[in-house]
């Protein structure tokens, strides 16, 4: 069975930093690519950055680029998104997903299994 736990969210000002952590369990972690999604209330679930199975090829939304970074350590099967220059608009709960490929893709139906989020709230 397929497993994903993130952790790591949190209350932040704004400006602030965080990094979520996505430990996975149920299958080999580094055949596969990776990403993380948010889902604001009242707003669709958004992709938000994606790794491929090797970590050689990132994407991102514009607007967390530069600001955002998504990487995997395939020895401790988590991937992990580093969260800096944090802004009221990127609250949101953040999941974090799983392919059944090892290409990074920005679409949310390419991701077939998730984990259950983590709360991301930044004060102004």
Same mark, same amino acid.
């Given at each position: 069975?397929?497993?994903?736990?993130? @952790? #790591?969210? #949190?209350?932040? /000002? $704004?400006?602030?930093?965080?990094?979520?952590?996505?430990? %996975? @369990?149920?299958?080999?972690?580094?055949?596969?690519?990776?990403?993380?999604?948010? /889902?604001?209330? #009242?707003?669709?679930?958004?992709? !938000?950055?994606?790794?491929?199975?090797?970590?050689?090829?990132?994407? +991102?939304?514009?607007?967390?680029?530069?600001?955002?970074?998504?990487?995997?350590?395939?020895?401790?099967? %988590? !991937?992990?998104? /580093?969260?800096?220059?944090?802004?009221?608009?990127?609250?949101?709960? +953040?999941?974090? $997903?799983?392919? %059944?490929?090892? #290409?990074?893709?920005?679409?949310?139906?390419? +991701? /077939?299994?998730?984990?259950?989020?983590?709360?991301? %709230?930044?004060? @102004?």
């Amino acid at each position: 069975q397929v497993q994903l736990v993130e @952790s #790591g969210g #949190g209350l932040v /000002q $704004a400006g602030g930093s965080l990094r979520l952590s996505c430990a %996975t @369990s149920g299958r080999t972690f580094s055949n596969y690519a990776m990403g993380w999604f948010r /889902q604001a209330p #009242g707003k669709e679930r958004e992709f !938000v950055a994606a790794v491929s199975w090797s970590g050689a090829v990132t994407l +991102y939304r514009d607007s967390v680029k530069g600001r955002f970074t998504i990487s995997r350590d395939n020895a401790k099967n %988590t !991937v992990y998104l /580093q969260m800096n220059s944090l802004k009221p608009e990127d609250t949101a709960v +953040y999941y974090c $997903a799983s392919r %059944t490929s090892n #290409g990074a893709v920005p679409n949310i139906s390419g +991701y /077939q299994y998730w984990g259950q989020g983590t709360q991301v %709230t930044v004060s @102004s």
